[in-house]
C-alpha cells in the first residue's frame, strides 16, 4: 500500500512516492524461534553503537533483528533497501522518513537537494541532522535492512559520516548478505561495533528441533533433529526447506541422509537467490571449484587451467577474497 506523498522534489520534479512497507518492520511468523543467545548480544551491542548482522541468504537476519526491534525499550526506526534505493536523492528521503518516526524534527531540518548533482558536500548536508538527533531524549535504534544492495558511493559516505560522526541517542543497526564499504576496521579497533556472523546465525541443534517440531508441526525425534541439523550445517532457509518435504514424508531417517544441494526445494532457493545474482565468472570459478571442500588461489588456478570459456578479470586470490567478503558460503581456515 502506498502512503503519503513527500513533499521533496525527485530529480525531475516528481514528488516522492513512499512506500509505507519499507518503513515498517516485517511481521514477525507465528510460534517463532526465540532466540534468547542473539537477542542478549544484540542488547550488549547498544553500548557500542553500531551492530552488522552479517550473513548470506536464508540465515534468518531480518527475522533477527524485527524480533529484536520489537522488544528494545528504545524507539525504533526501520528501513527495508531495494536496488532503487541506490539513487542518493531517493535513499535521503526515505532515511529521512525513517528517522522522524523516532524524532518528527529531523524532516523539518534536512533540506534535500533536487538534484544529485548537488549532494558533493556530504558533511554540509547531514550536519543538520546529526544535529537534530544529538537533541532526542531517549536513544533510538535505526535498522538498515538488505543494505547489500547499495552500490553507490556516495550512499556509503553518508552511512560512514553517520557512523563516525554518530549522535549519542542514536544507535545504527546493518543487515546485509555481505560486508559493507563501511569503515568497519577502524570501529572494530575502537570497540565500537558488534558483528553477528554466518556463525553466530546459524540454528544450533535444540533451536532447530524447536523450529522442526513447533514452527513446522512436524514430529521428529532429537536424534532427526540433529542430524538434519549436521546436514545443513544450521543453514535456516535449508531446514526451512527440508522441513516443507519432511512433512509428506514417513522415512525421516532416509530422507536426512540423502539430503544435499541438489534438493528440488534447496536447489530452487539457491538458484534464485544466489546463483543468478552472480557474474558468470564468479559462477564459473564456483562451479569449478565446488569439487574440493577445502581451497586456496594455486589450488583454484589448478583447478580451473584450461576450463574458463575466458581469462577471469580477476585472480583466484582475489575472488575468493570477494567470495569471502560476499559471504557466499566460504569459511577462511586462518587469518
Not at 222 to 249: F, H, P, V
Not at 279 to 294: A, I
Request: glycine residues 4%; aromatic residues 6%.
Amino acid at each position: 500500500m502506498l502512503s503519503y506523498y513527500s513533499k521533496l522534489s525527485y530529480n525531475i520534479g516528481v514528488p516522492v512516492q513512499l512506500l509505507s512497507t519499507k518503513l515498517s518492520m516485517p511481521p514477525l511468523r507465528p510460534r517463532l524461534v526465540l532466540r534468547s543467545r542473539l537477542l542478549q548480544k544484540l542488547n550488549q551491542g547498544l553500548d557500542r553503537g553500531f551492530i552488522l548482522i552479517s550473513a548470506p541468504a536464508g540465515y534468518g537476519k531480518s527475522t533477527l533483528l524485527s524480533a529484536w526491534l520489537s522488544r528494545v525499550e528504545h524507539g525504533a526506526a526501520w528501513l527495508s533497501l531495494d536496488e532503487s534505493d541506490n539513487d542518493p536523492i531517493r535513499f535521503l528521503t526515505y532515511l529521512t522518513a525513517a528517522l522522524s518516526k523516532v524524532e518528527p524534527a529531523v524532516k523539518d531540518t534536512l533540506e534535500i537537494p533536487v538534484q544529485s548533482s548537488q549532494l558533493a558536500d556530504v558533511e554540509t548536508l547531514l550536519i543538520p541532522l546529526l544535529n537534530t538527533l544529538t537533541q532526542v531524549e531517549r536513544p533510538a535504534c535505526l535498522g538498515l535492512d538488505d543494505y547489500h544492495v547499495i552500490q553507490n558511493q556516495l550512499i556509503h559516505q553518508m552511512v560512514s559520516l553517520l557512523l563516525e560522526r554518530r549522535p549519542a541517542p542514536l544507535h545504527l543497526i546493518i543487515a546485509t548478505r555481505s560486508d559493507p564499504p563501511l569503515p568497519l576496521a577502524r570501529l572494530r579497533a575502537r570497540s565500537a561495533m558488534l558483528e553477528l556472523r554466518q556463525a553466530d546465525l546459524c540454528f544450533t541443534p535444540q533451536e532447530a528441533a524447536d523450529f522442526l517440531n513447533h514452527t513446522m508441526k512436524l514430529e521428529i525425534s532429537s536424534e532427526d533433529a540433529a542430524r538434519i541439523t549436521a546436514r545443513t550445517e544450521g543453514w535456516i532457509a535449508g531446514l526451512q526447506m527440508a522441513a516443507l518435504s519432511l512433512q509428506n514424508t514417513e522415512d525421516v531417517t532416509g530422507f536426512i541422509s540423502t539430503l544435499n544441494g541438489t534438493h528440488a526445494y534447496i536447489f530452487d532457493y539457491l538458484l534464485e537467490e544466489i546463483l543468478r545474482q552472480l557474474s558468470p565468472d564468479l559462477r564459473r570459478f564456483l562451479l569449478y571449484s565446488s569439487v574440493v571442500d577445502q581451497l586456496n588461489a594455486g589450488l583454484c588456478d589448478a583447478l580451473l587451467a584450461g576450463e574458463m570459456d575466458s581469462s577471469p578479470a580477476l585472480s583466484s586470490a582475489a575472488i575468493l577474497k570477494e567470495l569471502e567478503q560476499a559471504n557466499l558460503f566460504i569459511s577462511p581456515l586462518d587469518h
